[in-house]
Every structure is written in C-alpha cells, then in structure tokens.
C-alpha cells in the first residue's frame, strides 16, 4: 500500500536562540491519524519543535509543510519570503492546540471562547457555531458551565474547554504543549480522557508530555528527543521497553522510577 | 534673524537663567526631600493625629496644582507678615509640592523591602535600630533612587510654573526676549531644546538606574 | 488682624466669588475632558505604533515622547500658542490649550497604554493565533479588552493631573479656574478667601476624579465576574 502524502512534513528544523542552540537538525514526518509523543527532559528542544509546527516559532534553518503547503514562507521564484500574516492566520486556523497554561480568554465565557474563531475567523453563523460549541461541550463533558467564566473553573476543567475550544476550529491536526502539566494530579485524568476519545476518533495528534503510560498507550509513535536532537523513534514498545540505544533507556529507567 | 543669530545674541542671558532655573529645582529638591521625610514619618508614626495631619498634608498637595500652591505662599503669606522673594517662594512651594510625592514614595521604599529579612534579623536578636539601619534602609534607598530620580525631573520642569510668579527663571527670561527680540516663537523653542538637554540626561540615568534596581 | 468689618465684607462676596469660581471650574473641567479626549486618541495611535515591527513607526513614537516628557508644558502651550499664529491659524486660546494639552497628554498616556498592554500574558496572543486569528484580530478581540481595564488606574492618575495642569492655561488668559481667580483677586484684593476657594474647588473635583474612577474600575471588576 502507497503511503499518501504526510501531514506534516519536517525537513532539515533548525533552532537558535541568540547563542542557544536548541533544535539541530530536525527530520520527522507524522502521516494522517498518526499520535505521534514527544517525549524527552526539559530543554529536549520538544516543545520548541511542537511550537515550530504553527510557526509559533519562526526557524532558524529548514522547512515544515502541512499537508504539502509551506508555512510561514512563501516560494517566490527559488527564494523564501516570510509569508503574510494573513496567510499565515488562515494555515494556523487548521491547526488546533492546546497550552500548559490553557491561556483561555478570562474576559469571556466559556461558550464565547469557544464560538469565537468559527464566528470571528471562519465567519460561521452565530446558530452554527453555538450548535457546534454545545456538541463539543457535551463531548468534553462541561456543558453545565458554558455560561461560566474561565477564573471560576478549576484546571482541568479549563483545559477541556481549550481542547474545545481548538477542536472548534475543525482542525486538520492537534497539537498539545504538556497539557497536562499544569494541572494538580487529580485533574490529569479527566482531560487524558478526552484526550483518548479524540486520538480514537482518528484525530492526527503530536503531544509533548511527562505523562509516560498515556503515551505508552495512546501514540502509533513516540519520539526521544535530546538535546535539540532526534535520539530514537519508533513503535512505542520500542521506545519504552526494548531500546538498544543508552540515552533512551537511562531517560526510560529515570521517569519510571517515580 | 535665523536661530544661530539669536543664540548668539541670547544664549548667555539664556544660560545663566538655566543656571538659575538648576537652583531653583535642587533647592526645591532639598527642601522636598527633607520635609518629604518628616512627613512620612509623621504617617507611620503611631500617633493618630499626626498621622491624620500627614495624610491630609499629602492629599492637599497633591490634589491641588502646583502653581496654586506657589501663589498661596508669595501672595498669601504677606497677610501673616511673611513676604518671601519671588525666587524663595517658587523654591519653597515646588519644595512642599515635592514633598508629598516624596513622602509616598519613602514610604512605598520601606514597604517594599520584604519582610521575612526585618524578621530574620529580628530573629537572630538585631537590636530595631541596628535592622533599620542594615537591613531595611539599604535596600529601601536603593529603591527610592528611581522614583526620586523621576521627582527630580519633574521638578526641573515644574520650575517654569514660577514664571507665573514672575520668579527669575529660564521662561520668564524667554518672556523678556520674546518683546525684546520679537521673536517669541523661535525664543521658547530654543528655551524648550535648553530643558530637553537638562531633562533628557537625567530621564536616561533614570532609566538605568530602574534598570539597575530591578536586579 | 482680623478686623470684623473685612470679615463681613468678605463674606458678602462669597457668593459672587463663588459664582465666577464656578464658571471657571466649569471651564476647566470642559478644558479636561477635551484634553483627555485627544490625548487618549493620540496616545493610543503612538502605543501601537511603539509596539508595531516598523522601526520607523517605532522611532518616530518614540522622538515624540522624549521631546514631550523633557520639556516643561507651559512651553509646549507657549510653542503652540506662538506656532499657530505663526502658521496664520487665529484658533481661540482654549483651543491652543486643548490641543497643547493633548499633544503633551498623549505623550504620557502612551506609555500607560503600551505597558498595559505588554502586561497581558503572550499565550493570550498565542492562543488568539492558534485559532486563527491575525495579529490585528487578536489585538482586538483579545488583547485590547483586557489591557484596557489594566490601563484604568494610569488613565485616572493622569486625568487627574492633567485637570491641574490646566491651571496653566491662565498664562494663555485661557478664562479656566485659575485665571478667574486671579482676575477676582486682582478686582478685590480678597487674596487670602479667594485663593483658599481656588484650593478648595481643586482639591473638590480631584477628589470626585478619583472617586469616580475607583468606581468604575470596581464596576467593570464586577462585571467580569458575572
């Protein structure tokens, strides 16, 4: 069977910093459907690399495609040009994700963040986007608080609201920066659920996290990263329990020890 | 007459009225710091009177203009006997302006210094006096410097107010120009570079110290 | 010293006093919000131009506000006042006075304009992105609202200064607060009655700014927190 063409296609990702070096040299492709985690210790470079996807880094060196479409530059003849922010908003907008701080907007309810791209960015009727906003609520499990205000939700209720908030957007692709990492222990559970239900509906997902067995679990890939480099990816048995690469089982042995 | 004409046949009266205008703003500058200071501790002392009196002197001054001010010291003081100089009383009313403003930012510096040091020295039995002068005065001094420092500017472009007292400073000097050269326009916007070359240096040293302070 | 018969003397006169004080409070108060209303338009274009990628927009905010913050008001309204007749605009003084102290206004409240917006969290902007938004969309929709409300108190602070500073415009014959009650003292020679009213109306409508302006940072907190 051919393989269709990659969603997001990274060539050549550098990263600088000023001085710091942080990606070096970044390959990787994630076909449609795939979970891919990013897994690594801080400083891995995993979250600049997931931030480079919708270009919320601008690279130093190298090109990513999403779905066979340049982003952040454009080709003009055989030079790249910075692509218009404009463009650029409208390659964004099929790109979901969510933060580590949900970064939810407090000066609106929970039904407003939510409605707020379909009516402000893709110009959908009010009815529509509401209708839309509601489903979604439902299937994060917070419609009760739709009229809610963020301040007055706990963590991880807010965060469902961002991944809401995202998926409302109709995404191509997800993406997740440690969503779960701000989130007290108790709370983690509820929204790796409905981050389950989303990778099971066959939504394309990168998720840079700590929270091992759920990557174990939910990814067709995992990828270690160190030191702004690619160490080993594959399969996550692969990576979790039968690699023949060092630095990969030492991270492994270090964050299964807790 | 172009600009360079009239900045040779000014620029000495000019200067020497910038001079006077520099005296004027430090000697306001002094008295501010020094009745600033009675002030706040008249606010945190633990008499309530004198605390009242502290707030309310801050309230007045600062809730009203500071020309006002200059006129009730050179105009209405003569009731009471008291004349001062046009000159004393723009320095003397800026002074007691200044001072309101001060007295808040002293006392935002002491409350800023944290207080788990006053407590750790308190802990490891510091007499009081020896943590005010070791612990909390160091630290507080280093960060009224900034805010002392905006004072300071602010005073120097305050002193165009005594003008309007007929005070002998750099805008009444433009004045006599002004009907003297007849060429008002171009006099006060030479007068205004002569503030920019005294303010824009010390906005900038300002600026570096906050910079400094933040560490 | 206190002869019962000046006294009484003064006193009849409060009411009139009192009448033309009134006049020019009203002035300045009009002088104020005129002043606030440019300076607030004005300020919030160099705010963003400050916080805008072009240099050149970035340079020029920036020439404007170190001109206007380091050098003394009462020139900047001497310049005006002389600059427009210069240029053969006859505007009447208040005129000069609101557009003097607009211009110099909005030099300061820039500065309250761009750091309430810097104070708005970055993910702010980066999760208006994420869903799609333009740079402009987001400062709107997201970035603006909020900033706003942060902005208040510096707004106030400068409402308040600006109603003293225009006692300034007395020097223009601008017929504001002050300069009614210099004309008065100069008719009556009630020096002491008439500045300690001047004082007192000041120090009234300074009071009611800040009153006022505490409520209404109160009440948009309330709001938020339907």
């Known amino acids: 069977m051919a393989e269709s063409t990659p969603l997001v296609r990274i060539e050549g990702l550098y990263k600088s910093f000023g001085s710091l070096d942080v990606l070096k040299g970044i390959d990787l492709n994630v076909q449609q459907g795939q979970k891919i985690s990013l897994i690594g210790p801080s400083g891995s470079g995993k979250t600049t690399l997931l931030r480079c996807v919708n270009y919320l880094e601008e690279p130093t060196r190298g090109d990513i495609y999403i779905d066979n479409e340049l982003i952040g530059q454009r080709l003009v003849g055989s030079t790249k040009v910075p692509m218009s922010d404009k463009e650029l908003a409208r390659m964004r907008a099929e790109i979901g994700m969510v933060f580590q701080r949900f970064n939810l907007f407090p000066h609106l309810s929970v039904l407003d963040n939510i409605i707020l791209g379909p009516l402000k960015v893709q110009q959908r009727s009010r009815a529509e986007a509401v209708e839309q906003a509601e489903d979604l609520l439902n299937k994060v499990g917070m419609f009760a608080k739709r009229d809610a205000f963020p301040e007055q939700l706990s963590g991880g209720q807010q965060q469902r609201i961002a991944i809401a908030r995202a998926l409302a957007m109709q995404p191509k692709l997800m993406l997740f920066d440690e969503a779960t990492s701000a989130l007290d222990p108790e709370l983690v559970g509820e929204v790796l659920g409905v981050m389950r239900k989303l990778a099971e509906e066959g939504m394309t997902m990168i998720i840079v996290t700590h929270e091992m067995s759920f990557a174990e679990s939910v990814s067709d890939q995992v990828i270690f990263m160190a030191d702004g480099n690619i160490v080993e990816q594959g399969p996550p048995r692969q990576i979790f329990r039968e690699s023949r690469i060092e630095r990969t089982r030492s991270f492994i042995r270090a964050v299964q020890e807790h | 007459m172009g600009y360079g004409e009239l900045w040779e046949a000014t620029h000495v009266e000019l200067l020497a009225a910038a001079w006077a205008t520099l005296q004027l703003a430090f000697g306001a500058l002094v008295i501010g710091l020094l009745v600033g200071l009675l002030v706040a501790l008249a606010r945190l002392s633990k008499s309530r009177p004198l605390r009242r009196a502290a707030l309310m002197y801050i309230e007045v001054f600062r809730g009203t203009p500071a020309l006002v001010q200059l006129f009730i010291v050179y105009f209405s003081l003569t009731e009471i006997g008291v004349q001062f100089s046009s000159f004393q009383a723009a320095m003397i009313g800026l002074g007691l302006n200044a001072a309101a403003y001060l007295s808040e930012i002293y006392r935002a510096g002491l409350e800023a210094v944290p207080k788990g040091q006053v407590e750790a020295a308190q802990a490891i039995g510091m007499p009081h006096l020896k943590v005010l002068r070791w612990v909390v005065l160091p630290q507080a001094i280093r960060i009224v410097l900034a805010p002392i420092g905006n004072v300071a500017i602010s005073l120097l472009k305050d002193t165009s107010v005594a003008s309007l007292i007929a005070a002998p400073d750099l805008m009444l000097r433009a004045q006599d120009l002004s009907s003297v050269y007849f060429m008002p326009l171009e006099i006060y916007i030479l007068v205004g570079a002569i503030y920019f070359a005294l303010c824009y240096p010390l906005s900038l040293g300002v600026r570096l110290l906050e910079r400094r302070t933040r560490h | ?226």
Request: charged share 15%; glycine share 6%.
């Open chain 3, 1 to 226: 010293m206190f002869d019962s018969i000046a006294l009484n003397k003064a006193i009849d006169m409060l009411p009139y006093f009192l009448n033309v004080l009134g006049i020019g409070a009203l002035t300045t108060v009009g002088l104020t919000f005129a002043a606030f209303v440019v300076a607030t338009l004005l300020g919030f274009c160099l705010a963003l131009m400050r916080l805008s990628r072009s240099r050149v927009l970035s340079l020029i905010a920036s020439v404007y506000l170190e001109v206007f913050r380091n050098v003394p008001i009462l020139t900047q309204l001497f310049i005006l006042y002389f600059g427009l007749t210069y240029i053969g605009i006859t505007l009447p003084a208040i005129g000069a006075a609101i557009i003097g102290f607009g211009l110099n206004g909005a030099a300061i409240l820039s500065e309250v304009f761009r750091s309430s917006i810097r104070t708005i969290d970055r993910g702010q902007s980066e999760a208006a992105y994420s869903i799609g938004m333009t740079r402009s969309l987001a400062m709107r929709m997201i970035v603006l609202p909020q900033a706003f409300k942060v902005a208040i108190p510096g707004m106030a602070n400068f409402a308040i200064g600006l109603l003293k500073d225009t006692s300034l415009a007395s020097a223009a014959a601008v017929p504001e607060l002050t300069f009614k009650a210099r004309m008065l003292v100069s008719e009556t020679y009630q020096t002491n009655l008439i500045y300690f009213l001047l004082a007192m109306i000041y120090l009234i409508l300074s009071l009611i700014l800040s009153h006022w302006a505490a409520r209404t940072e109160r009440r948009l907190k309330v709001v938020k927190e339907h």
